[in-house]
Nanobody
Framework: VQLVDSGGGSVQAGGSLRLSCAAS????????MGWFRQSPGKEREFVAA???????SYGDSVKGRFTISRVSANNTVYLQMDSLKPEDTAVYLC?????????????????WGQGAQVTVRS
């Protein structure tokens, strides 16, 4: 599948942004989708994921502030980011894995989006 990230931008600390990830192309079976983030000098970090059944998983650094959701009818996943902090600044990459076991999401990823820049100003 092809993934298109959108919705990045620049916001003051404490503000909110929403990212979208739309999937298109050959779509067969069940997919788990989610986001990772990458900032200069740091390893890629897991942010959140949601499976076909609606189960969710979050990275420790975003729990309680970020919410992932999906609209299966249009194959789109959303990441609502609230109470943003300067350390949330990164390129956010959408990803998809062709399975429903959220605990195996990372190792089963076969598609990536182009990334969306999120900048949080202090």
């Amino acid at each position: 599948v092809q993934l298109v990230d959108s919705g990045g931008g620049s916001v003051q600390a404490g503000g909110s942004l929403r990212l979208s990830c739309a999937a298109s192309g050959p779509w067969s079976g069940i997919y788990t989708m989610g986001w990772f983030r990458q900032s200069p000098g740091k390893e890629r970090e897991f942010v959140a994921a949601i499976n076909w059944s609606g189960g969710t998983s979050y990275g420790d650094s975003v729990k309680g502030r970020f919410t992932i959701s999906r609209v299966s009818a249009n194959n789109t996943v959303y990441l609502q980011m609230d109470s943003l902090k300067p350390e949330d600044t990164a390129v956010y990459l959408c990803a998809a894995a062709p399975q429903d076991n959220i605990s195996h999401f990372t190792e089963e990823i076969n598609s990536w989006g182009q990334g969306a820049q999120v900048t949080v100003r202090s």
